[in-house]
């Protein structure tokens, strides 16, 4: 399987510096409640759970280095529920992908996969140049910040079984069966 083409700002992989501020928001959709961060280059994280308090929790887990302020913009809040009820509509969204330069080949990767569609960890890895590191595209699937962004949700087992989702498998499976993929 090829990968469609990705039309998004280039990821930047430097780790936040201590001044660096990151504003965050909350909204509400079908799978919960959604934390959405942003820094001055994007949205570096958009988190799904059920407590506000354990999200933003995470998010200091995640940005420990970074000075926080709750206030962000609502516009992210409305892009990324959006995207998440109807993911079939094209959402235009600035990411600020933090990480290794394989965790960023991985999530890249992960965003030329659309709606719809699935892919094992083997054929990611075969995807992106890196055959035979399956296992290594399902530890970068689990650093993943960025839920429904960077679709994590779409990799499946070899066997196509629905494997394990950093906000929960059955937020997965109702992702995967709004886009029509199960």
Sequence with gaps: MTLNAITSTPAEVTS???????????????????LV?????????????SDRDRLAKDLRRDFPEAQEV???RPEDIAAVVALIEAP?????????????????????????LTAGKTMSYSALAEAIGKKGMAREVGEACAMNRIAVAVPCHRILRKDGSISGYRWGVHRKRMLLEREGAI
């Design 37 to 49: 961060a942003r820094s001055a280059k994007g949205i570096c994280a958009v988190l799904i759970g």
């Design 70 to 72: 709750e206030m962000g």
């Design 88 to 112: 079939h509509k094209p959402v235009e969204l600035t990411l600020d992908l933090r990480g290794s330069d394989f965790e960023v080949a991985v999530w890249q990767g992960l965003r030329a």
């Design 16 to 34: 936040l510096a201590a001044d660096d501020t990151i504003s965050y928001a909350f909204g509400r959709s079908t799978l919960g409640q959604v």
